[in-house]
């Protein structure tokens, strides 16, 4: 059998796995609702705004590992999903946003038995997709898709509650947004090409806050 890359890559990465298991980790699952949300944190915004976001788009949900002998934490958050159907006026709209974040940070000090602060670096990863079709004569089809990425710098304030139970009041400040759109116009009276529209595009900073409920064990 030959020695090739992979057969390197699966070495390297159990050399660091392994001594990961000595460490004391704890484990914690995230219900949060998402408080506030301006400026570059909005993304991703479509040209049509007029459909309500279902109670989904409010709620993030993901698990945060600690670990107490580097006094750090990761955390995976579900930040965005929703999918909604509704007709507005004369055009029937359908739109669907996801987003995924990454934070890595460091936890501060205990300030007292019941307070608790951290402070991270976070990255967003964002798509949203609105599609636009008319019930009348009148119109074309139009579909929206954009894809794009964040940056945050992350605070958290934990206020235990129990052994097992905390809250987290966690404010964010949004760096730039960074993110691709393609608007797509369906008028078989133009050229193929002609109906289709893609650009980049930058949101300069915003905030984001976030308050929910963690559980460790």
Known sequence: ????????????AI??????????KQTV??????????????????????????????FSAGFI?????????Q???LSRVSHNKEKVNSNEISQTVLALKYELGWQGKELND??????????????????LNPTTLQGF?????????????????????????FID???????PAYYFEENERLNPTLPKRAQTQSSFGLDLGGVLLQIGVGYKW
Do not use: C
Request: glycine content about 6%.
């Open 141 to 165: 089809p139009i579909k929206q898709s954009v894809v794009g990425a964040m940056l945050a710098f992350s605070s958290h304030l934990d206020i235990i509650l129990t052994e097992h139970l």
């Open 15 to 24: 050399f660091y796995i392994l001594p990961l298991f000595g460490q004391e």
């Open 114 to 131: 019941y307070l608790k602060l951290r402070f991270g670096v976070a990255m967003e990863l964002f798509y949203g997709k609105n599609d």
């Open 29 to 58: 699952v995230k219900l949060a609702a998402n408080v506030f949300r301006g400026g570059a944190a909005d993304n991703p915004n479509f040209f049509n705004n007029e459909i309500d976001n279902s109670f989904t788009d409010l």
């Open 1 to 12: 059998m030959l020695f090739t890359k992979k057969h390197l890559f699966l070495i390297l």
């Open 65 to 73: 590992l600690f670990n107490n002998d580097k006094f750090r934490y």
């Open 75 to 77: 955390e995976i958050n």
């Open 169 to 175: 009041f966690n404010p964010s400040i949004v760096l």
